[in-house]
């Protein structure tokens, strides 16, 4: 596994991590394929994946109960990350999700909180100084934020006393590009880690068909990946940016562990970014 620097923490974190949204239901818990999602998460840690992404949202929390069941004993190898919804950004609700969250996690503290989505209806000034108490109470080592804006950001890392935001969590793949004109080149110039959420298209990069595809295609073939490996290795070249894949099928897990230890050509790239450029 190659890894990369949580925002100048010193914290390395591995460049392919696990996303579980849907592993243990959508919106509502679902325990119809936890064994198999277990023994999922337990090949990605062993394959290196050793970033694990869920909130308590996934599968109303049952997301968070599968993936203490892959820690078993793992704990100390794996960077653990989760959310708390906007409904519970007031100050005693972040403190009452993390704590529900660690009990969920069976763990005594994450490595990685985030702000799921925004909420212009709670102040944010509200909502990080809980957060800074969960860094001082020892619930997470770092505080994180997904889906904000560059202003938006500033203004959560301008609530914070001693704290930083150490990640912005954001949708990025060949077929979504919206980071590019402004967050992605704002995370990379703060330093801040991106963590590129839905690297495959929510499943369409693997099974697209049309223009853009065949080239993904091509190139695959010339170097012996697949579509997904290739798609998921363009996201790597952004230097401060590590990829969640998720992945229930095991043979999606370990092609995913394979995004590693090699590296398109910068003209390849190109030829990829070209052929999905957005219209
Ligand atoms: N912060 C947020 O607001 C937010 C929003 C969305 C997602 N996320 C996070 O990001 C993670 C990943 O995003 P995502 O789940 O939306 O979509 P994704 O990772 O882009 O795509 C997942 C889909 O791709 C399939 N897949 C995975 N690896 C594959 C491979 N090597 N070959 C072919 N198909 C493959 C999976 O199939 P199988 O499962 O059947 O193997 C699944 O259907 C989530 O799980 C979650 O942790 C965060």
């Given at each position: 596994?190659?890894?990369?620097?949580l925002?100048?923490?010193?914290?390395e974190i591995?460049?392919v991590?696990?996303?579980?949204?849907?592993?243990?239901?959508g919106m509502?818990?679902?325990?119809?394929?936890?064994?198999?999602?277990?023994?999922?998460l337990?090949l990605?840690?062993?394959?290196?994946?050793?970033?694990?992404?869920?909130?308590?949202?996934?599968?109303a929390g049952?997301?968070?109960?599968i993936?203490?069941?892959?820690?078993?004993?793992?704990?100390e190898?794996?960077?653990?990350?989760?959310?708390v919804?906007?409904?519970?950004f007031?100050?005693?609700?972040?403190?009452?999700s993390?704590?529900?969250?660690?009990?969920r996690?069976?763990?005594?503290?994450?490595?990685?909180?985030?702000?799921h989505?925004?909420?212009?209806?709670?102040?944010?000034?509200?909502?990080?100084?809980?957060?800074?108490?969960?860094?001082r109470?020892?619930?997470?080592r770092?505080?994180?934020?997904?889906?904000?804006?560059?202003t938006?950001?500033e203004?959560?890392?301008?609530?914070?006393?001693?704290?930083?935001?150490?990640?912005?969590?954001?949708?990025?793949?060949?077929?979504?590009?919206?980071?590019?004109?402004?967050?992605?080149p704002?995370?990379?110039?703060?330093?801040?880690?991106?963590?590129?959420?839905?690297?495959?298209?929510?499943?369409r990069i693997?099974?697209?068909?049309?223009?853009?595809?065949?080239?993904?295609?091509e190139?695959?073939?010339?170097?012996?990946?697949?579509?997904s490996?290739?798609?998921?290795?363009?996201?790597l070249?952004?230097?401060?940016?590590?990829?969640?894949?998720?992945?229930?099928?095991k043979?999606?897990?370990?092609?995913?562990?394979?995004?590693?230890g090699?590296?398109?050509?910068?003209?390849?790239?190109?030829?990829?970014?070209?052929?999905?450029?957005?219209e």
């Amino acid at each position: 596994m190659e890894f990369r620097n949580l925002r100048k923490t010193g914290k390395e974190i591995p460049v392919v991590g696990l996303g579980t949204w849907e592993i243990g239901g959508g919106m509502m818990s679902n325990s119809s394929r936890d064994e198999e999602a277990v023994e999922a998460l337990r090949l990605g840690l062993e394959l290196g994946m050793t970033l694990v992404d869920t909130a308590e949202m996934y599968g109303a929390g049952h997301s968070e109960e599968i993936v203490s069941r892959a820690l078993d004993g793992r704990r100390e190898k794996v960077f653990v990350a989760s959310k708390v919804s906007p409904s519970h950004f007031a100050y005693e609700d972040v403190l009452r999700s993390a704590k529900r969250s660690l009990e969920r996690l069976k763990i005594k503290q994450m490595d990685l909180y985030q702000l799921h989505w925004p909420n212009p209806r709670v102040p944010i000034e509200e909502t990080m100084r809980a957060m800074e108490k969960l860094v001082r109470d020892g619930v997470t080592r770092y505080i994180g934020v997904s889906n904000f804006s560059v202003t938006q950001v500033e203004e959560a890392q301008a609530a914070l006393s001693r704290e930083q935001i150490v990640s912005n969590q954001v949708e990025y793949s060949l077929v979504d590009r919206s980071i590019e004109p402004d967050v992605l080149p704002y995370c990379q110039r703060e330093g801040l880690t991106v963590i590129a959420y839905s690297p495959l298209g929510k499943g369409r990069i693997p099974n697209g068909r049309g223009g853009p595809f065949k080239v993904l295609e091509e190139i695959a073939a010339k170097y012996g990946k697949s579509r997904s490996q290739v798609a998921l290795n363009w996201l790597l070249n952004h230097e401060s940016l590590v990829v969640i894949p998720k992945a229930i099928d095991k043979a999606h897990v370990r092609e995913n562990a394979g995004v590693v230890g090699w590296r398109l050509s910068p003209e390849d790239s190109k030829k990829l970014a070209t052929a999905f450029a957005p219209e």
